[in-house]
């Protein structure tokens, strides 16, 4: 078996591990609020980590074949093809309990193309591991882990240059994630996020790392546990600069995407706040009038919790 199909294997078996059972029932109630046109939806971040689907908000990604035949009204599916993705709440009663999820919906076009954007936003996230829930037919799942190679593709690619001439395979991901982290308006501190996505999914990037590492177009070579890649200086360069420049032009896009958000996803400003609570400690006091009118009266305090450093 080639490397490549060993690579295709693993990526195949981690989507199908285990989930926690009680997220298909937001999959029956996605299928019923967007008909025929979801073609998979993939669950990912905190829940498959944690494995409890009722701490928090579950992360899934719906991908659809077509924007215009998702959505009732045409302005949402402009929206989405503008700036990818919309992202929606939604909630199930599961056992006399609620359950609660945020959904990112895409085009399996753009999906695709976002496995080799400049921008890390969907690479960064899906060369992690993450689980298919729904697919609607074999082909299609073929094609995601296609997309979920590239990413992981994409990832090294870019992240290699920025690590020392020898290194740990583990360095890698913790460079990647950090910098991923670094060019997105996040709750959490990149640096210690990155550490404890790769500590979970330590054996899955120990298995990816050389094959991901020997179809780069560098010198590789193996020395105790270390890697190293003879990387010319003016890639380096350019890597770093590259990272620079996605790193302002992704707090840009997160700002964009939370503006579309507040017309799209029910309790936005109440969820934002629980979560820049959960991550950095602090409780903060939201003003009704900001609730109210997030888009009139949210900026100022958005100012002023940045400066605060209760977000990055």
Request: charged share 20%; aromatic share 12%; glycine share 6%.
């Amino acid at each position: 078996m080639s490397e490549a199909e060993s690579l295709r294997h693993c990526l195949e078996a981690q989507l199908r591990q285990p989930y926690p059972y009680p997220v298909t029932a937001l999959v029956q109630a996605i299928r019923a609020r967007h008909g025929e046109a979801v073609a998979a939806v993939l669950l990912y971040g905190s829940c498959v980590r944690s494995g409890d689907p009722f701490d928090g908000l579950v992360d899934l990604y719906v991908l659809v074949d077509d924007y215009t035949k998702v959505y009732p009204k045409s302005w949402l599916a402009l929206a989405n093809r503008l700036l990818p993705p919309n992202v929606f709440y939604l909630e199930a009663a599961v056992g006399g309990k609620a359950l609660r999820a945020k959904y990112a919906v895409l085009s399996r076009r753009d999906f695709a193309s976002g496995m080799a954007w400049f921008q890390s936003y969907l690479w960064g996230r899906f060369a992690q591991p993450c689980r298919l829930l729904y697919c609607r037919d074999p082909e299609i799942s073929a094609w995601i882990v296609t997309c979920l190679l590239k990413a992981m593709r994409t990832f090294v690619r870019r992240t290699a240059p920025l690590c020392s001439e020898c290194f740990e395979p583990m360095e890698l991901w913790r460079q990647g994630l950090r910098l991923s982290y670094s060019s997105e308006l996040r709750t959490e501190r990149a640096e210690a996020r990155a550490k404890e996505l790769v500590r979970w999914a330590a054996g899955f990037y120990q298995t990816v790392t050389l094959p991901l590492l020997r179809a780069l177009p560098w010198c590789l070579k193996s020395q105790g546990g270390r890697v190293c890649l003879t990387i010319p200086q003016w890639v380096r360069i350019l890597a770093r600069l590259a990272w620079g420049v996605r790193v302002l032009q992704g707090k840009l896009l997160s700002l964009l995407r939370l503006i579309k958000a507040a017309f799209t996803f029910q309790g936005g400003v109440d969820y934002l706040i629980f979560k820049l609570e959960r991550h950095s400690g602090r409780k903060i006091e939201l003003p009704e009038r900001v609730r109210r009118h997030p888009l009139v009266y949210g900026w100022g305090m958005l100012w002023r919790l940045y400066r605060q450093g209760v977000f990055r």
